[in-house]
């Protein structure tokens, strides 16, 4: 579609008048921190850090979140750990997430917010907060990050972890005491669905969400994404051996993250509960009660701020993120009133027409705000002649109303939705027309264009300029 046919469209976004040139340049200047104690065991060393992450994992199938995915090695963390239920990252898909993670940064404010996205030049990452305090940070898997100079890991492994390059990275580490930062990252289950066993599921009995309409190839597919979710728990197992392998457990912060929902749809690609959700488990023995559980409103943009002071650092007051330190070593049980969300659709394989989304969310409701809901949804999976969406549509042509509901909303959808997470967790039933949510709707589109304010997200326009910032 033309830029100019969206001049009439531009008051959607209420933010178009707001210059992104002034936003927090000093965001990217040098960043000095002071050091402290930090948090350190009985022998005086300090925490190292392994993060697991999946890719593009619905977090409702991990097998302790009550999902139907055999995940025997991140079930057996549970009952030694922190689980979270209430974790999320602040965009869909897959390089925003880790820039995210690894800037402390939301998406607009670094300026990684488009898929496969560049950060702005002079961003700091962790591996600069880090190194500084002694650590060897490093990315094993799967990257989808830009460019290398905000990012200097030390590299290795392809779409997923080198086990062997991580055992290095462990021996190494723990025969001269070094402390690490190491990011395991997955490429599973990213489509294709080609990895693990599918007939460990039947496909008559597995359970689809209650927005995906029922057919033969969504059943078939599904046993083969529960596969690979199986697969990814194996590689979780793997890391975890070699931890004990090298006599790190003891000294090792473990935090396991599912990353958005699967490619689905009203997961990826969108700011449901599917999408933006996230499983998170972190053991920290000695540090982290066994066992327990919390309820607070944690996001990804927390990890650097966290990973900082528990290695005893202060974090920087230019992270968007909130250290979660004290969350968890059980000094507090409240960290976050909301968590925010942004979908950007330029840049997404086949997709045609800007489809930009906002969201926020509180402990009871979530508020999406679809910025131009005149356009159609798309993505390669609704046009993709051979997917489980194509299928989708078969069958609502052939008069299946619940296929018809679900394969129109979407693509076709509200300015404004709004859902109560807690009665209704698949957010069917929108509420942002109904009367008695006046007052819920108008605070929560407040703390949304607050937050957009402080990012200089400029709403369409920011969507708009997301192929410069792009690789």
């Known amino acids: 579609m033309e ?4 001049i009439k469209l531009a008051g959607v976004a209420a933010f178009s008048a707001v210059q992104s040139s002034g936003v927090a340049e000093s965001i990217f200047a ?65 390089s925003p997430t880790r820039h995210n993670i690894y800037s402390g940064l939301y998406p607009v404010k670094s300026g990684a917010y488009p898929n496969h996205a560049v950060a702005k030049e002079g961003t700091k990452s962790i591996v600069h907060y880090l190194k500084p305090l002694g650590y060897r940070v490093a990315l094993s898997g799967k990257k989808h990050i830009a460019p290398e100079e905000v990012y200097p890991f030390e590299y290795s492994g392809n779409k997923n972890p080198d086990m062997g390059a991580v055992e290095s990275l462990f021996s190494e580490c723990s025969n001269t005491e070094t402390p690490f930062c190491l990011f395991a990252c997955s490429n599973e289950p990213h489509t294709p669905w080609n990895k693990g066993d599918p007939s460990a599921y039947d496909a008559d009995d ?20 529960l596969a690979e979710v199986t697969y990814f728990d194996s590689q979780v197992g793997q890391l975890l051996d070699l931890l004990d392998k090298h006599n790190l457990s003891d000294n090792t912060m473990v935090m396991v993250v599912s990353e958005q929902g699967n490619a689905l749809p009203f997961a990826k690609w969108t700011c449901y509960e599917d999408g933006l959700g996230s499983i998170m488990i972190v053991r920290w023995p000695g540090k982290v009660e066994a066992g327990s559980k919390s309820d607070a409103i944690v996001e990804y ?32 049980d409240k960290h976050k009133d909301y968590t925010f969300g942004i979908h950007t659709s330029r840049g997404i394989l086949k997709n045609k027409q800007p489809y930009p989304i906002r969201s926020v969310r509180d402990e009871n409701y979530r508020l999406i705000w679809n910025l131009i809901p005149e356009n159609e949804f798309q993505n390669v999976v609704t046009e993709n002649p051979s997917s489980e969406f194509q ?26 939705e ?24 108008k605070r929560l589109k407040g703390k949304l264009d607050e937050w957009m304010k402080d990012q200089g997200d400029r709403g369409i326009q920011t969507e708009l300029n997301a192929y410069d910032h792009q690789r």
């Open 3 to 6: 830029r100019r046919n969206f």
């Open 30 to 94: 040098n960043s000095n921190f002071q050091l402290k104690k930090g948090v350190r065991n009985a022998g005086g060393k300090k925490p190292n850090f392994l993060f697991i992450m999946a890719d593009d994992c619905t977090y409702r199938d991990i097998g302790c979140y009550g999902g139907q995915a055999h995940t025997p090695n991140i079930d057996k963390l549970v009952p030694e750990a922190m689980k979270f239920t209430n974790c999320f990252q602040a965009a869909p898909m897959c």
């Open 206 to 225: 597995v359970e689809l969400r209650p927005y995906i309409p029922d057919t033969p190839v969504v059943r078939e597919s599904m046993t083969k994404y």
């Open 301 to 332: 943009v927390d990890v650097t701020p966290t990973f900082i002071e528990a290695a005893g650092g202060k974090p920087p007051e230019i992270l968007d993120g909130k250290s979660m330190l004290g969350l968890l070593t059980g000094k507090t």
């Open 391 to 416: 299928s989708m549509l078969d069958l609502a042509a052939s008069g299946d109303e619940h296929a018809q509901e679900y394969t129109h909303k979407y693509q076709h959808r509200p300015e404004f």
């Open 418 to 441: 709004l859902y109560n997470i807690k009665q209704d967790p698949a957010n069917i039933n929108n509420l942002a027309d109904e009367p008695g949510y006046e007052e819920v709707f």
